[in-house]
């Protein structure tokens, strides 16, 4: 028997072994490692998915805000009823009686309705804030006086909802807020062509209010902006200026290593902790009014400084130290590097995390409730001093009132939260992407 018919059978040994032994590893390694991309692209997935449902929900509930079901009726500007003396004052004018003349209209639309309960019944169909929309016109153009005219006045949000199928009306009388004789109303003002859905303008223009169908979002818009103004105006340059002193001028001793600790800590506070910071320091010891946009700017200028005073630092270390050199070398004083050479290249950094951190705070909500801007306000805020909202509480609000109406207006707005969210972090990589420099 020679050595070839010895040995076989046998594993093999030396470099042969110890080469199927590494192959086998990184079959193991390979696979592995393919394993981890699959569950890496399936996390991904997922969360498309939910996030993908998530906004196919709000959408779907948000979009029929955007209109809302007006009823054309014959107005007749009665000048004995709005205005007896025949002066024609706008002062006179504006106290008309302008609900009367619309209650008059829809009687005379449907002579056949009597009894109190009856009436009742019909003049629920129209909207309280016809009565204004009346005065305005009025007020608008006098000549009006005298004359009728055929006005789209805004339904009732029981109406609205029955008119865009949230309310069905082959159930049960007991089951719907609509009488059934409020139905017979409703299908033969239809019948006349006299019911329209329109684009919701008030949703838009408008304060907030108790009746759905008048609700709109302007005055959180604006009680938004004026809060993330004073925000910005406090928090970006006191930001900038601790992040450069921070990185720049600051000694390394342990009482910058104490403050460096506090300000990364504080970025984690829940930001409710804020709100009771500045319910006491703001407004029960400096006496600043409540649910004003100046104490909501003064809370998350406090929330957002330490995302701003970190994304400042992180832009200030990505400018590589041969830029500092070269600016002493030429004779520059440190102050003169800082402000003509570092700064700028580190600026579009700072004014990214400046961005996110406007953003986190426009969709703040706890802090702001702490300080009173949860409040009911119907008036549009036209100053920093005036109480208001933001957009987040006006949610919250909406979110937590009964009719059917308030949740396609709470979707809505969301969306709009949503759009302006979305426009800052577009705003921010943008900047980003445009003044980055790679060295």
């Known amino acids: 028997m020679n050595k070839s018919t010895e040995h076989a059978g046998q594993p093999p040994t030396g470099p042969r072994r110890t080469m199927d032994i590494v192959q086998a590893r990184l079959a193991r390694r390979y696979a592995a490692e393919k394993r981890f991309k699959l569950v890496g692209l399936g996390a991904i997935v997922l969360g498309l998915i939910f996030l993908t449902l998530l906004f196919v929900s709000i959408v779907s509930k948000g979009y029929p805000a955007f209109q809302q079901t007006y009823v054309q009726l014959d107005i007749h500007f009665d000048a004995e009823r709005l205005d007896p003396g025949g002066t024609r004052d706008p002062k006179v004018l504006a106290k008309g009686d302008f609900g009367g003349i619309v209650k008059a209209s829809l009687r005379a639309m449907f002579p056949d309705v009597s009894g109190r309960r009856e009436k009742r019944e019909l003049y629920g169909l129209i909207s309280s804030g016809a009565a204004y929309q009346l005065r305005d016109m009025l007020l608008a153009d006098p000549k009006l006086l005298g004359t009728t005219q055929k006005i789209w006045v805004p339904a009732d949000d029981d109406v609205d909802m029955l008119i865009k199928g949230h309310m069905d009306r082959k159930a049960a009388e007991a089951d719907r807020r609509l009488k059934d004789s409020q139905l017979g109303l409703i299908e033969r003002l239809e019948e006349e062509g006299r019911i329209q859905k329109r684009f919701n303008t008030t949703f838009f223009t408008a304060g907030d209010s108790r009746e759905p169908e008048l609700a709109g979002i302007w005055g959180a818009t604006m009680g938004s902006l004026f809060t993330l103004a004073v925000t910005l105006m406090l928090s970006f340059p006191i930001g900038v200026a601790t992040a450069v002193y921070l990185e720049e001028f600051a000694p390394q001793n342990k009482w910058t290593d104490t403050i460096e600790v506090n300000i990364n800590n504080l970025a984690a506070v829940p930001s409710i902790v804020f709100g009771l910071l500045g319910l006491a320091v703001f407004i029960n010891f400096f006496g600043l009014p409540r649910s004003a946009p100046l104490v909501g700017g003064l809370v998350l200028t406090l929330m957002t400084l330490p995302t701003i005073i970190i994304a400042g630092r992180a832009a200030l270390k990505s400018v590589p130290p041969s830029i500092r050199e070269a ?27 400046t961005i996110i951190g406007m953003a986190q705070a426009l969709g703040e909500t706890a802090p702001l409730l702490m300080i009173g801007m949860v409040a009911f306000i119907v008036d549009i805020p036209h100053s920093a001093l005036d109480p208001s909202t933001v957009l987040p509480v006006q949610i919250y609000l909406w979110a937590d009132s009964p009719e059917r109406a308030f949740v396609e207006r709470t979707s809505a707005a969301i969306m709009v939260l949503l759009a302006f969210l979305i426009l800052m972090n577009a705003v921010a990589v943008v900047l980003r992407k445009k003044f980055e420099r790679r060295w």
């Open 327 to 353: 600016a002493l070398g030429m004779g520059a004083s440190k102050m003169q590097m800082v402000t003509h050479h570092v700064l700028p290249l580190a600026m579009p950094g700072m004014l990214t995390g």
